[in-house]
Every structure is written in C-alpha cells, then in structure tokens.
C-alpha cells in the first residue's frame, strides 16, 4: 500500500515491493515512490518526480519504506538548493 509523509510543502509517496517470491520470513524488499507539491496532480507529466531503489534490499517493509522517505526527502533537499 502507498504510505504518505509531508516534508517542506511537498508530499512524499512509498510503495514498498517485494524483491522476489511471495512473502516469507526472509523476504526481502525495493521501493518506488514519486514526490509531488500538495496538491499536484501526480498522474500528470510534470506534476510529480518518481524514484525507486530496484537494487539494494532491505529486509522489511518498513525498513523499505523509511529508506523510500529518506531518499524522497534528500531529493527535495536537492531542488530546494538548486542542484
């Protein structure tokens, strides 16, 4: 399920995905998410930037996720500096 976080007059959206398989004990996980204005249209070209970590793993939903917000809110960061 998509989770939501706000960070500096953006939303940040999270999908955690599984890496392989059906869900185990050991499963790992990716993530992909996209981070919009409030209020941005996000199906819409433009309105929103999508990211994903389709490589690392991490070993729960929850761990994906938060690594999800941390890179949504580093490339917010980014736009904000200008870079």
Request: hydrophobic share 35%; charged share 30%; aromatic share 14%.
């Amino acid at each position: 399920m998509w989770d939501k976080i706000e960070h500096d007059g953006y939303e940040v959206w999270v999908l955690p995905i599984l890496a392989y398989g059906p869900p185990a004990p050991d499963t790992l996980w990716h993530y992909t998410g996209y981070f919009c204005r409030h209020g941005a249209d996000a199906h819409l070209a433009g309105q929103s930037i999508r990211f994903e970590e389709l490589v690392a793993t991490f070993r729960s939903e929850e761990l994906a996720r938060e690594a999800g917000y941390v890179e949504g809110k580093r490339r917010i960061e980014l736009i904000r500096k200008g870079n």
